[in-house]
């Protein structure tokens, strides 16, 4: 009877341990919510390729999510625990009482890298009152800076909300006398009108004289939940990254060998897109992120102003940097 007694005992403890096991396996494990198609994710790659998150004692997995609304969606579900994604994106879930997430890093800036192509006979904003001029998410943010340098503003315009891969088609017909996009997409506006003009970039609106940055650069957002229950599991999760933004950084070259695969293109047109990239890792990290919470509310007023979200919320309420590791 002891003997049967002890193997019941036994199996019950092992039926209970495999209940609990996935649950501590999987509070070891976070799925990061990113795109393959933008350099600012290099970083994130990086420490996944390189073994960073596993040397922390964390397994991460990288989700493709492509649009940066669906990323921050994916962390509001709890399907993702972590993500690097446009602004724009992040700005309206505030505005809507989305508390489901924090902010805590900017990565990566691309600024230059956003700009307005006019077809010919334009040569500043001046030549386009009353005309078409198609935009959208941050790169309208960008054609207003440029039309304030101008005294203007989008009232003076036709403003066209069009979808970014129909630019060219629109610029090269005439549909419209100008349009506002990132790269690479405004390498495809230069190809479709050859004699047109560049009306300014980002770097040249009063955001970057003020803020040093695009007009909506990406964000670092984490689940909420992770860091108020797992506060260690959040700060691992951010040592890895601050540690590969460093490597990027100091090694742009060994780095594009090591994510290239990422992006299916060869190392050298990674080395190349990383370099039109700006990355910001642990040196000055706190000053840099006091300017960036500035920053997000900066664009926040925008956003109310032109009354593209409902309210005005406080930036500063879902910035959270307690967890970071100390530099």
Same mark, same amino acid.
């Given at each position: %009877? ?42 994130? %790659? ?22 940066? $609304? ?15 994604? &446009? ?12 508390? +489901? ?19 010919? @006979? ?7 009152? @009353? ?13 207003? @800076? =440029?039309?304030?340098?101008? $005294? ?19 610029? +090269? ?24 003009? =560049?009306? &300014?970039?980002? %770097? ?9 940055? /695009?007009?909506?650069?990406?964000? /670092?957002?984490? +689940?909420?939940? =992770? ?9 691992? =999760? ?42 910001? @890792? ?6 840099? %992120? ?38």
């Amino acid at each position: %009877m002891k003997v049967v007694a002890r193997w019941f005992t036994a199996l019950a403890l092992s039926a209970m341990a495999s209940i609990a096991a996935p649950d501590r396996a999987w509070a070891q494990k976070y799925d990061f919510a990113g795109s393959v198609t933008w350099y600012g994710q290099v970083p994130i %790659m990086l420490a996944v390729d390189k073994g960073y998150f596993k040397e922390q004692g964390l397994e991460v997995n990288y989700q493709v999510i492509l649009s940066s $609304g669906d990323r921050l969606a994916s962390i509001t579900a709890g399907a993702t625990a972590f993500s690097n994604l &446009g602004r724009t994106a992040v700005i309206p879930a505030m505005a809507r009482g989305d508390t +489901s997430f924090y902010f805590f890093a900017n990565i990566d800036d691309s600024p230059g890298n956003e700009g307005c192509w006019a077809r010919p @006979g334009a040569t500043t904003f001046k030549d386009l009152k @009353g005309k078409k001029v198609a935009a959208n998410t941050s790169a309208q943010v960008t054609m207003n @800076g =440029l039309l304030e340098v101008q $005294g203007m503003t989008e009232k003076d315009i036709q403003f066209v909300n069009l979808p970014p891969n129909e630019m060219a088609g629109a610029l +090269s017909k005439g549909d419209v006398d100008a349009a506002c996009v990132w790269q690479p997409l405004l390498n495809n506006l230069k190809a479709a009108v050859p004699d047109g003009k =560049l009306l &300014g970039t980002d %770097m040249d609106t009063p955001n970057y004289q003020k803020y040093q940055s /695009m007009a909506s650069p990406d964000i /670092m957002v984490i +689940s909420r939940k =992770l860091v108020d229950e797992q506060p260690d599991h959040a700060r691992k =999760l951010a040592a890895a990254i601050f540690k590969a933004v460093d490597e990027t950084i100091a090694q742009p070259e060994e780095t594009a060998k090591t994510v290239a695969h990422w992006f299916k293109k060869s190392p050298e047109d990674v080395l190349e897109g990383i370099k039109s990239f700006k990355y910001f @890792g642990t040196k000055d990290r706190e000053a840099h %992120m006091q300017r960036h919470t500035a920053q997000m509310q900066s664009l926040a007023q925008w956003l109310y102003d032109n009354k593209k979200i409902p309210t005005l919320p406080d930036a500063t309420k879902w910035a959270n940097t307690s967890f970071l590791p100390k530099p």
